[in-house]
């Protein structure tokens, strides 16, 4: 019998070790959708391994699943770097989200100071919330204050079920990312 | 007859000018009075508001020792000049009105925990295999195998031992030497790329280093000559310049391998 349990301990830890091996080479592939999705289908059995939830979190956030963020944010407490990830998944969250609100029912962000990060969705916020909004656009485009070769167009597109937020990221004309959010 | 009511007129007017040098001393006295209450108080204030203000961050016990012997502190020339304004709000230190927006950072730190998991069991997986290095110094084995090395040119032995096979070449460096001769006619970043890896493998940091620059000078958005470069640098002794070279890197891209090397070589683990 114990020898059993014995077995059964070291077959999971291998299993599971070998789970979190395919999503880091995803991830280090930049397979970051392939990660986020196998990362789902397993993440009820491993949502107590910090690493996993952070592994995977960083997987959905690089593919834009950035509302597969709110479970990892909750779960991510244990350790001072799951805070400091969760801290920086739960802005980028709430800026999308208030961004969204923004765009569709003109919610004002010109008196909102809030944190920033790295990633597109805070840099295109922090750019709409300066903006002037004296009349509704059908798309914004700015213009990054480091690279004024780099710019971002912002705008609504009509989805079959819903209506998605569209970034596009463009260097001297040329489209480079386009991310949807919705 | 005596008129009684010019003789009354009369005496109240001397009474009235009787009284003018006392209405006047007390006015004097109470407006005197009153300045005194408008200057000597105020500085007060200010004294006390810039002790507060210097102070603050020190100890009670400090405080108290400060306010009994008032030693000349370098902040008496602003509050010289703040009375002459006359305003106590310039005395305050205000706080910055563009405070620096909070910039919160990814930490990836547990990635180099999950490497470190998958290096063990590399190494737990294959015990046999020997040392990159060494067996290249020995020139008895190529461990290092591209997709631009021609497979027809190197003569391979397989030897099978159970179930592992080991692929052993014996020859030396020719395969390299063609690699170059390849590289300098037509300038593939793939071949000056694959020869700075081997040239790391196998110890060669300075030829490494040159042909990673060599690689990046051609084409920059190659992630993998960034890594030769800057693991070929910190072999050099040039720790600061890969750090440098990989963050001035990475704020071009966002590259997880130049990130997990930039933290390995601050916290001291690759060297």
Redesign the interface.
Known sequence: MRLLVLISCFLFSFAFADIKTSLYHLYQDKQYEEACKEGLKVFQQYRKDEEFVSLYAFSCLHADYIDRLAIPISLLKKTEEARSNAAYFSVILMQKKLLYHALLDGYELNELKLPTTDHVLSIVFGLYSKAPHDRKQNHYMFFDKQNDKVSYKLYIKNGNHSKKMVIEEYYDTIMTHRHTYW | MLNIHELERQWLRYKIKSYIPLVLSIFASVSIIALLFIYVPLSDTIDTAVEITEVEPITAQVQTVTKQEPTPEPVVAPIELNIADNTQVKIKVEPKEE?H???????????D???D??TA?IEEEMPMQEPLTSSLQSNDTLAVLDDNENPDSTSTTEQTDENRLNITSNQDDSDLKDVIRRFKKNKNPALSLFIAKRYYAAGEYQKSYNYALMTNEIDKNIEESWIIFSKSLVKLGQHELAMNTLKSYLKTT?S??ADVLLRKIESGTFK
Do not use: Q
């Not at chain 2, 927006?101 to 990635?111: C, D, E, I, N």
């Open positions: 405070r927006t909070l910039v919160l950072k990814p930490s990836l730190h547990f990635m925990n999950i490497e998991g998958l069991f966002k997880t391998a």
